[in-house]
């Protein structure tokens, strides 16, 4: 029942509080909702016994993201919502593409199947912690994967120095 | 009943903590007056109480009934909200914190990334204040506080792996009985670099001297607290000083021994070891303040560039060496 409860708080309060962030009109006001959204989801990894994601996920989302948003929209000054002609003006044309979305996930999930356990489970990463049993997964058998996400997130550095670099005169 | 007395001895645990940092805030804004003053030959307070022992009381009954003046422009929910998310932010870290052993509020697998997590969610309260209150002046602060904390916080957390990689484990309790087993007895040796990183970016993680940038009264009156008064400015004195605690009891975890002193030296002097623990961890907070004071005392400020040069170029390079040789040095040796 308990933890029930505790993964309803947790959905209802994630799902109103995306909502808030995206209706807005001011973008600061937005974004401490996020704020407020990036600390339940932390909050639900917790409670899913990933304490070292929640972590992780409140130290790079909250921390380090959110606040270069912040920072971009404190430096452009936007008080106001951006107004423009919309692309798609048509509300049939949104909510088609909504059904069909919906219908899709539905579709997907009919096919779902759940994972068999392997040797992970919920008993043995509380004895071990969980941030270790993350590390030895993640250094033993996913290096690959790793390494090319380490790749992947450094090509755009590399790309944001030389875009900083053309603009400066010599 | 057993749920009900484990919650009712959680309570008492923070009541406890909550009284004795409020007490050591108020009489640390007193020793950095009477330190700084006769490291400048003169007194400090001395006109309320013997020595000017009351002059805390003093302060803290002026700032609670000022008037509490709100700019008519001000962004009026985030400006109530910041001062808030400062003190919170500030005292939610005391809670993982072992004073001496056994004694810690929320004994965490993970105490040392709470820490960086509450560090993180602290800069919010700046920078919202500096936003919300409408001025240039706090505008201003708030951005340089931002891209200031944001900068250091990598520095501070990269000079913290060393010390996770030499304990193995991220339980501040479990760190500080990690140097209890070390010959060395502290991580301070061992760990050189990584406790210079530590110390300066701890500096500028609490907006202290020599790196007080936000709140530089010389160019931004007062920073992203221009626009406050009243028990709304008390908050973010409050909230400096809980961080400065706090960074202070961190570095005395993490890299100078916790309540536990260095077997050398309690089997060269036997005695020492019926010291409790307790005083062993206040003396080497008390140290890392008075190191606080006598800086601030001591440098001027920064420059801004100078200040992101440091961060980036010079704090965060010996951060990653330092990390590289640790983790060479445990895998190899």
Redesign the interface.
């Known amino acids: 029942m308990l933890p029930k409860l505790f993964f309803g708080y947790f959905a209802a309060m994630i799902t109103i509080l995306s909502l808030l962030a995206i209706t807005r009109k001011n973008l600061v006001h937005g974004i401490m909702w996020m704020l407020l959204l990036f600390v339940h989801i932390g909050g639900l990894y917790l409670f899913l016994n990933a304490e070292f994601i929640a972590a992780i996920q409140i130290i790079v989302y909250a921390g380090a993201i959110l606040v270069l948003f912040l920072f971009v929209v404190l430096l452009l000054n936007v008080k106001e919502e951006f107004k423009g002609r919309r692309f798609i003006s048509s509300w049939q044309g949104r909510g088609f593409v909504a059904a069909a979305l919906l219908l899709g996930i539905m579709l997907v999930l009919q096919y779902a199947v759940i994972a068999p356990h392997g040797k992970y489970s919920i008993e043995y990463i509380q004895s071990e912690t969980h941030t270790k049993v993350l590390g030895t997964v993640l250094f033993n058998e996913y290096v690959f994967p790793f390494m090319i996400l380490a790749l992947v997130l450094f090509v755009p550095m590399i790309a944001a120095v030389v875009l900083a670099v053309k603009g400066r005169k010599a | 009943m057993d749920f009900v007395m484990t919650l009712a001895i959680i309570a008492i645990k923070i009541t406890v903590v909550f009284g004795i940092v409020l007490f050591h805030v108020a009489y640390a804004t007193y020793f950095e007056r009477k330190i700084i003053g006769r490291m400048q030959a003169r007194y400090g307070p001395m006109e309320v109480g013997p020595h000017g022992l009351l002059q805390p009381v003093a302060d803290m009954i002026k700032l609670f009934f000022k008037e509490d003046i709100i700019p008519a422009s001000a962004?009026r929910?985030?400006f109530y909200?910041a001062p808030a998310i400062v003190v919170i932010s500030a005292m939610t870290a005391l809670s993982v914190l072992p004073f001496f052993d056994g004694f810690v509020i929320a004994d965490?697998?993970?105490g040392l990334?709470?820490l960086?997590?509450i560090?993180?969610?602290s800069?919010?309260g700046i920078?919202?204040a500096g936003?919300s209150s409408n001025s240039k002046y706090s505008?201003l602060g708030?951005?340089r506080s931002?891209?200031q904390l944001?900068s250091y916080?990598i520095a501070m957390?990269l000079s913290l792996v060393g010390v996770m990689l030499m304990a193995g484990s991220?339980n501040l309790s479990d760190i500080v009985r990690a140097q209890h087993q070390h010959p060395l007895g502290m991580f301070a040796f061992p760990q050189f670099l990584g406790f210079f990183v530590f110390v300066v970016a701890a500096f500028a993680e609490t907006n202290r001297a020599p790196f007080d940038l936000p709140e530089a009264e010389s160019e931004l009156v007062a920073g992203y607290f221009t626009e406050y008064s009243g028990f709304r400015f008390a908050f973010f004195f409050l909230g400096e000083y809980v961080a400065m605690l706090t960074m202070s009891a961190v570095a005395a975890l993490c890299f100078l021994g916790g309540w536990t002193i260095p077997m050398f030296m309690t089997n060269a002097m036997p005695f020492l070891s019926y010291v409790p623990g307790i005083i062993w961890f206040l003396v080497k907070v008390y140290a890392f303040m008075f190191f606080y004071y006598w800086i601030r005392a001591t440098l001027p400020r920064y420059r801004y560039d100078q200040l992101m040069a440091i961060g980036w170029k010079v704090l965060m390079p010996l951060a990653f060496v330092n990390v590289l040789i640790t983790a060479f040095v445990k895998r190899w040796l």
Do not use: C, K, Q
Request: proline share 4%.
């Open positions: 962004d929910p985030l909200i965490i697998n993970i990334l709470f960086l997590v560090t993180s969610l800069v919010y920078v919202i936003w505008f708030g951005l931002a891209a944001i916080e957390g991220l």
